[in-house]
């Protein structure tokens, strides 16, 4: 079966830097996804590896090892406004994206 | 700015009641998801529709069905409403078939039902 993995809760301090873990088993693979969400609203798009590497993209950085089935989103000079719900996605050969159940992020002062 | 919008943020409805749940995306987007959110578990497909009048099946589509009458609109459909089917309901679009691009959402509408 397809599955998506990620910690339900992290905790960090505002300043500091946090990593955010996600491996997966999928059908296929044409790139991840990692999603924002922030309580009561939509998720919004953050990035998109479809290439081994780091992709970096001001404060946020995200990681793919598509041997591996592992990525991770880098969260850098961590702010209160970061505190959201960090989803990651994969797209299988279909084109749909399977969803792992997110990872709350709670940051502290 | 692009723009997906979703007719209602909570709706309350009681067993039984049909239920519609209306989308319209303004960017001309091929594509367009339904999709319900459920606490700790991801994002989980209902229904899709890549064109005017097409519809697919997702993961989960019992209980659920879905209009696509003109491009821009994308309706879902409960017909008798549960209370298994309180939950956020996520509607998205991206531009085209077989497009790796993001997927834009929708504010979400949150429905309980009684």
Redesign the interface.
Known sequence: GQN?DQP?EMTATEGAIVQINCTYQTSGF??L?WYQQHA??????LS?N?LDGLEEKGRFSSFLSRSKGYSYLLLKELQMKDSASY?C?V?DSN????????TKLIIKP | DVKVTQSSRYLVKRTGEKVFLECVQDMDHENMFWYRQDPGLGLRLIYFSYDVKMKEKGDIPEGYSVSREKKERFSLILESASTNQTSMYLCASRPGTGDAGELFFGEGSRLTVL
């Open positions: 998506i339900t044409n790139g996804f009561g609203e939509a998720p919004t798009f998109y479809v989803l996605a797209m084109y749909q994206l399977i969803w792992g159940a997110g």
